[in-house]
C-alpha cells in the first residue's frame, strides 16, 4: 500500500507524514528529498539552474520510479499532483490524503520560511497573500480528488489519529 499526502506548501505535510509512517509502520519518502538526492542540487538550485519545467518532469519521473514500492508514506510536493494526468496515477497506485489548511493559516507559516521555496521566496506580504489564493484556486480541484481529506488543526497528533481511522477501510487486516 502507499500512500500520498498532498496539500499546499506549508500545509506540514512532511511533518505528518513522518508520524503518519511511524504509527503505520511503514517507510516514509519525502518527494522534494529523493528529488534533491538524485539530483544532488536543491529543489531551490534545480529551480535556478534548469527551471520549473525542468522540475515538473523531473518530479512527475521521481513520482512515477515508486511505483514497485509497498508500505510508504510519500508527501508529494504542493504541485505533485497538479500535473497532467498525476492525479490518475496517483489513483491508481495508492491512497491519496488531502491535508486542507486555511489560506491564512499557510500565508502565517510561508511567510516566515519563504527563503528556501522558490515559488514565493522574492514575494512581500500581500503579494504572498495573492498568490496563495491564486495558486489555491487553480489547485483545488485536483486537491479535492484526493480519497481522505483531513482538516489542518494544528494538532499534528490529532490528526495523525485522524488520518489513521480513516485510512483503515483501505489497509490490510492484520
Ligand atoms: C512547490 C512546492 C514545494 C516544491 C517546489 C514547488 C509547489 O514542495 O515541490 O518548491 O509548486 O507548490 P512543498 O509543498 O513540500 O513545499
Known amino acids: 500500500m502507499k500512500i500520498f499526502l498532498m496539500g499546499f506548501m506549508g500545509a506540514g ?10 504509527v503505520l509502520d511503514y517507510d516514509f519518502i519525502d518527494l522534494d528529498e529523493l528529488i534533491e538526492e ?17 522540475f515538473r518532469k523531473l518530479e ?4 512515477k ?4 514500492r509497498q508500505n510508504v508514506v510519500v508527501s508529494l510536493g504542493g504541485g505533485t499532483p497538479c500535473q497532467n494526468k498525476i492525479m490518475e496515477w496517483i489513483k491508481k497506485n495508492g491512497i491519496s490524503i488531502y491535508i486542507q489548511t486555511s489560506q491564512s493559516l499557510l500565508v502565517q507559516r510561508l511567510y516566515s520560511a519563504k527563503a528556501k521555496r522558490p515559488l514565493i521566496k522574492a514575494l512581500n506580504k ?3 497573500i495573492q498568490y496563495v489564493k491564486a495558486k489555491m484556486n ?5 486537491y479535492n480528488q484526493a480519497v481522505i ?8 497528533k490529532l490528526m495523525v489519529v485522524k488520518m489513521k481511522k480513516r ?7 492484520s
Do not use: C, H
Not at 60 to 63: A, E, G, V
Not at 65 to 68: A, E, N, P, T, V
Not at 138 to 142: E, L, N, P, V
Open 13 to 22: 505535510k512532511s511533518s505528518l507524514g513522518i508520524r503518519l509512517a511511524k
Open 38 to 54: 538524485i539530483e544532488g542540487q536543491s529543489i531551490q538550485e534545480i529551480f535556478e539552474d534548469k527551471g520549473e519545467r525542468y
Open 60 to 63: 512527475t519521473n521521481t513520482l
Open 65 to 68: 520510479s515508486l511505483r514497485d
Open 126 to 128: 500581500k503579494e504572498l
Open 138 to 142: 487553480q489547485r483545488r480541484s485536483f
Open 149 to 156: 481529506t483531513v482538516r489542518n488543526d494544528r494538532s499534528l
Open 167 to 173: 485510512l483503515t477501510p483501505f489497509l490490510p487486516a
